[in-house]
């Protein structure tokens, strides 16, 4: 009896030893599932290089998950939807932790997001929305696009009191950034502004001054004013603007979205009358919310970026600090 008795208090002990060591364990487990920076795997389809703003915010993109230690897999769309859904249906595949995109345009996204929501990958839209349901996305992260139109309607108020006519260089047809600054330019837009014509330059260099050349073919002295959906199309109207024999910033007031390092040339050169900030340096706050959405946090359905409005004013003082 005596010998059993020892062996059932030495079987209690250990089970006890054995409960007390799995219990300590149990943290250091919670830590190993807890994803880092350099065990994360992320997939970021980008739209193309059509600006100077999506150049700077690919390299914003890029740099930081070098610095961070994350893993990228980086795909350019050449701003087509279909090569931006096979970029992400190939992350699908390869079983990225998270996947980034900026869409192209709004809509015909539902059927590849659900495929990621279904493969349990959370999904990030950047710098510009997708009209899809709320449960498809962990977040967007990005401007927003109405309140840059509202701005820039102001600003053409203020340069334009007595009024006049003004063209409409517009983003690429069906995105975000086009679609919501064409609509906030005209909430603040004064009554005694009339815009004559509005056409895409599609963000391009090239496209706005080959649309501008036909607004002054078509309408020449008329124009008083220009709103750019960015400082790409801006900038290619003004060289359309000097080519007609007009000067840009005072014949025809101009005002653009983006404020990139161009823009503050053009309004040191009195080419440009204001340039409303869309900041493209997203790469920091993009891979926080991509660690919280991989670790389970519940995140907000949108992030918003702080922007403001440059002048001529202040745009020499200002040139050496922006990074874009």
Known sequence: MRKLSLLVVFMMAFFMLV?????????????????????????????????????ANTASI???????????????????????????????????????????VE????????????????????????????????????SDFVEEGRKAGNEMNTLLPEGGKIVELVGTVGSAPANDRYDGFRETLADNIEIIDSQSGDFTRAQGKEVMEAFLKNYGDEIVGLYAHNDDMAIGAIQAIEEFGLKPGVDIKIVSVDAVRGAFEAMIAGKLNVTVECNPLLGPQFYELALRAV??????????????????????????????
């Open 295 to 324: 670790n389970g946090e519940e995140l907000p359905e949108w992030v918003p970026s702080e922007e403001s409005v440059y002048y001529p004013e202040n745009a020499a003082e200002l040139l050496p600090e922006r990074k874009y």
């Open 107 to 142: 809509t015909g996204w539902e059927t590849v997001l659900q495929e990621a929501k279904d493969a349990g990958i959370p999904v990030i839209m950047v710098d510009r929305r997708a009209d899809v349901p709320r449960e498809l996305y962990a977040t967007y992260l990005g």
């Open 19 to 55: 409960g007390c060591g799995s219990g300590g364990d149990e943290p250091a487990a919670d830590e190993a599932a807890e994803e880092t920076y350099e065990t994360l795997v992320v997939g970021y389809a980008q739209i193309g290089a059509e600006s100077e703003w999506r150049t």
């Open 62 to 104: 890029k740099e930081t998950a070098e610095q961070l230690g994350v893993e990228l897999k980086f795909s350019d769309a050449q701003q087509k939807q279909e090569n931006q859904i096979a970029a992400i249906r190939s992350y699908i595949a390869e079983g990225v932790d998270v996947i980034g995109f900026s869409p192209v």
